[in-house]
Each structure stands twice: as C-alpha cells, then as structure tokens.
C-alpha cells in the first residue's frame, strides 16, 4: 500500500515535499514516480526513479524538482520548489513494491494529494 502525503495550498514560488511511503508486506522499491493530473488534463508522468537512483524529470518540471527515495523507510519524495500556478494538480505516485526477494507487485498506485498554487 501506498499513502502520499505533502500536499496543500502554496503561494507561486514557495516549496512544498510530497512523500510517498510504502506500507505492509514490504521488502523494498523498485523503480517509482510521481504523476499529476490537473484541472482538465490528462495525467502526466512529473518524475522517476530507478532503483538505483537514476532520476528523469518531465521538462516542465526540471531544474525545479527533484525526486528522491529513502531505501531505509520505504519512502519516496518530491521535493518542489519554485512552484507555479501551472503545478496545480493531484499528485500520485506509482512504485513496483518487492514484496520477497522474488515477487515485485508492479504498478501500485497511492491515493493522490492535492497540491493547489496560488499566484
């Protein structure tokens, strides 16, 4: 299972960190992301990473984003600064759970949070 957290009401500029943490039968994360879907928009991958830490980021978001993990806690973040109105939006994250050293749980959607950016 997986609960994000972070979300809320920003002023354009601030910072906000959104945090996945995965809970139950857990081993580890594989690989992550952190999607968001805005008003009136389909959903759209923000940021990734791989199990062994390499990251991409969508170019609306780079240079202002970075995703990060802690093995130790089962958690994943997004860490976002200089935040924008345009960044409004429910924010998933998505993970491949290993639940023993040889089954992975692929595709496990958490609960979204919302993240509202005021100009």
């Known amino acids: 299972q997986l609960q994000a957290s972070g979300g809320g009401l920003v002023q354009a500029g601030g910072s906000l960190r959104l945090s996945c943490a995965a809970s139950?039968?857990?081993?580890?994360?594989?690989?992550a992301g952190w999607y968001r879907r805005a008003p009136g928009k389909q959903r759209e991958l923000v940021a990734a990473i791989t199990s062994g830490g390499s990251t991409n980021y969508a170019d609306s978001v780079k240079g202002r984003c970075t995703i990060s993990r802690d093995n130790a806690k089962n958690t994943v973040y997004l860490q976002m600064n200089s935040v924008q109105p345009e960044d409004t939006a429910v924010y998933y994250c998505?993970?491949?759970?290993?639940?023993?050293?040889?089954?992975?749980?692929?595709?496990?959607w958490g609960q979204g949070t919302l993240v509202t950016v005021s100009s």
């Open positions: 139950g039968r857990i081993f580890s994360i594989n690989a």
């Open positions: 998505n993970a491949d759970i290993r639940t023993s050293p040889s089954v992975v749980a692929y595709g496990n």
